[in-house]
C-alpha cells in the first residue's frame, strides 16, 4: 500500500514564513505552534494534547503501578501473569524475563560474560548450577530500568522474574523509585517444582533444585502465595485482592 502523499516543499517554506499573530508566545505552558496544531483536532484529543503539554505522566498522577512475581522456574508466575491479565479492570502489560533473556546473542549461552550453566549432583539429585557474567547482568539491570520506563509512561505492568538474591530486588527499587512497586512471591514445593521441570520438557533438569534455596532469600514481600493447589486464575485473583487491584467485571 503506498504511503501518505508527501506535501510540496514550497508550501512547508510558506507556512513556516506565514506572518505570526502579535502578543505573547506562550500561554498557559503551551506554544502558540502546539496551540495551532491541537486547534485542528477533535475537542477530546485537545484535552490530551493540552494536557501532556502542561506535565508529565506521572506528575498528572499517571503514572502505572509495577507488580514483580518472584518464583523458582515452574512455580506459575508465567500462567498467574496470564490470568491476572484477563481478570485486572485496567490493563497490565506482562513483562517476562524470559523474554529478555532471548535477546542475548547465541554465543553468550554458555560464555562466561554471558551465561553459563554447571551441572552437579545435590543430595543424590541431578542440580544446575547459573552462572551469570557482565553482560546478562546489565541485560537485567536494563530490563528492570524498562519496566521503570513503562510504568512512567502510564503503563501497568507485572513482571515475571527469578531474583536470585535480595540485590536483584534492590535493583528493581532504585530503577523504579517513586512509583508503585509491589512484590509478590509464587511458592511451590521443590518435588513439584521437580515434576512440572520435567513434564515441560524444555528445561535443564535440576535449574529448579538449584533455584530453590536462593530465590526467596532475604526478600521482603508484599504477598505470598502457593501454587500448588490453586489455579492460575485463583492465584491471580488472590494477588489482586492483597494488592486492591480492581476487577475487571465481565
Known amino acids: 500500500m503506498p504511503g501518505p502523499t508527501a506535501q510540496p516543499r514550497e508550501s512547508l517554506k510558506a507556512r513556516s514564513t506565514r506572518a505570526r499573530p502579535s502578543g505573547p508566545r506562550h500561554k498557559a505552558g503551551v506554544t502558540n505552534r502546539s496551540m495551532a496544531v491541537s486547534d ?6 485537545q484535552q490530551i494534547f493540552a494536557r501532556q503539554s502542561q506535565c508529565s505522566a506521572i506528575n498528572c498522577g499517571m503514572a502505572g503501578r509495577i507488580i514483580v512475581l518472584n518464583g523458582v522456574g515452574s512455580a506459575g508466575k508465567t500462567s498467574a501473569a496470564k490470568a491476572f ?12 524475563g524470559d523474554v529478555f533473556l532471548d535477546m542475548i546473542p547465541p554465543r ?15 543430595d543424590g539429585r541431578a542440580a544446575v548450577e547459573i552462572e551469570m557474567g557482565i553482560a546478562l547482568d546489565r541485560l537485567m539491570q536494563g530490563m ?3 519496566v521503570a520506563a513503562l510504568a512512567r509512561a502510564g503503563n501497568n505492568c507485572i513482571v515475571d522474574d527469578i531474583m536470585l538474591s535480595s540485590s536483584d530486588r534492590q535493583s528493581y527499587v532504585e530503577a523504579c523509585r517513586g512509583l508503585s512497586l509491589h512484590f509478590v512471591a509464587v511458592h511451590a514445593p521443590l518435588a513439584i517444582l521437580e515434576q512440572r521441570e520435567r513434564d515441560r520438557g524444555d528445561r535443564l533438569i535440576g535449574i529448579s533444585r538449584w533455584q530453590f534455596a536462593r530465590v526467596h532469600k532475604d526478600i ?21 485482592s492483597a494488592l486492591d487491584v480492581p476487577l475487571s467485571r465481565g
Not at 491479565?85 to 517476562?96: E, M, N, T, Y
Not at 553468550?108 to 545435590?122: N, T
Not at 521482603?220 to 489482586?240: H, S
Open 144 to 146: 528492570r530500568a524498562s
Open 85 to 96: 491479565q484477563k481478570i485486572a479492570a485496567d490493563p497490565f502489560l506482562h513483562v517476562s
Open 108 to 122: 553468550l549461552w554458555g560464555d562466561p560474560s554471558g551465561i553459563v550453566f554447571r551441572q552437579f549432583e545435590a
Open 40 to 45: 485542528k483536532l477533535p475537542t477530546s484529543a
Open 220 to 240: 521482603d514481600y508484599d504477598f505470598e502465595i502457593d501454587t500448588l493447589t490453586q489455579t492460575p486464575k485463583a492465584v491471580a485473583t488472590a494477588i489482586a
